[in-house]
T-cell receptor
Framework: DTEVTQTPKHLVMGMTNKKSLKCEQHMGHRAMYWYKQKAKKPPELMFVYSYEKLSINESVPSRFSPECPNSSLLNLHLHALQPEDSALYLC?????????????FGDGTRLSIL | QKEVEQDPGPLSVPEGAIVSLNCTYSNSAFQYFMWYRQYSRKGPELLMYTYSSGNKEDGRFTAQVDKSSKYISLFIRDSQPSDSATYLCAMSVDYQLIWGAGTKLIIKP
């Protein structure tokens, strides 16, 4: 079992729906991340929350919006997604955002857009 | 040219064999080197994490870094069918992880 918990494990939604993905960690980490992973590809960084500051990968479309209610929770709000957004969405956390801080991943939410 | 090169495989070996997985990189600024294991339908699991050139051992796993050649390796001794997974190398620079493509490993019983 991983120490980063993601819910739901699977999500199927239409292009007009609004849904949210949730992530929780209890390791006292101060940095949390959202990644998108397509089949047979490595993870691609979408967002970083570190010490309450948000960093965005500028290639991520605005139909994805992150929210960090507190230091142990991270949400990803989804709206008007496209079929190409179908992927595994991974949450990760690390002690800090330093280059010497390894990231620990959850098992992801498998998202399918109809 | 990608910053991190990793052969996607698949690499198929018999049970009990020594497995060698490799990545090469071009950016001398990479500071920390990681190996992750990812099973189908699961998230990446951190296996090994190292900074300096040389070897680091943890059970059946040995991570090797050669900064002068810009080459890292992961060795798995006494490989088991349960080691069948995709192995991703990752390197950190400027608060980012740069990933290899991942190598799919198959251990045949």
């Amino acid at each position: 079992d991983t120490e980063v918990t993601q819910t739901p494990k699977h999500l199927v939604m239409g292009m007009t729906n609004k849904k949210s993905l949730k992530c929780e960690q209890h390791m006292g980490h101060r940095a949390m991340y959202w990644y998108k992973q397509k089949a047979k590809k490595p993870p691609e960084l979408m967002f970083v929350y570190s010490y309450e500051k948000l960093s965005i990968n500028e290639s991520v479309p605005s139909r994805f919006s992150p929210e960090c209610p507190n230091s142990s929770l991270l949400n990803l709000h989804l709206h008007a997604l496209q079929p190409e957004d179908s992927a595994l969405y991974l949450c990760a956390s690390s002690q800090g955002q330093g280059v010497d801080q390894p990231q620990h991943f959850g098992d992801g939410t498998r998202l399918s857009i109809l | 040219q990608k910053e991190v090169e990793q052969d996607p495989g698949p690499l198929s070996v018999p049970e009990g064999a020594i497995v060698s997985l490799n990545c090469t990189y071009s950016n001398s600024a990479f500071q920390y080197f990681m190996w992750y294991r990812q099973y189908s339908r699961k998230g990446p699991e951190l296996l090994m994490y190292t900074y300096s050139s040389g070897n680091k051992e943890d059970g059946r796993f040995t991570a090797q870094v050669d900064k002068s050649s810009k080459y890292i390796s992961l060795f798995i001794r006494d490989s088991q069918p349960s080691d069948s997974a995709t192995y991703l190398c990752a390197m950190s620079v400027d608060y980012q992880l740069i990933w290899g493509a991942g190598t799919k490993l198959i251990i045949k019983p």
